[in-house]
């Protein structure tokens, strides 16, 4: 289920709950430029490859 959420709380996700930061611009782009300890898992790529990567216990945030 996807939620809306601001800076705020995904920082608390991040350092309460260890959430998962995953990029969904193309890798080229996350290359250049993406929060550090983001994940690039293309958008186009993301059913395919969420399951295998993602830890299921811990929250995800998509940017």
Do not use: C, F, N
């Not at 990029?23 to 782009?29: A, D, Q, S």
């Amino acid at each position: 289920m996807a939620t809306r959420i601001w800076r705020d709380e995904v920082l608390r996700l991040i350092r309460d709950e260890a959430a998962q930061l995953v990029e969904v611009l193309p890798r080229p782009e996350y290359e250049d430029e993406h929060i550090e300890g983001a994940i690039s898992i293309p958008l186009k790529s993301l059913d395919r490859e969420a399951h295998e990567r993602l830890d299921r216990e811990r929250p995800v945030v998509v940017y």
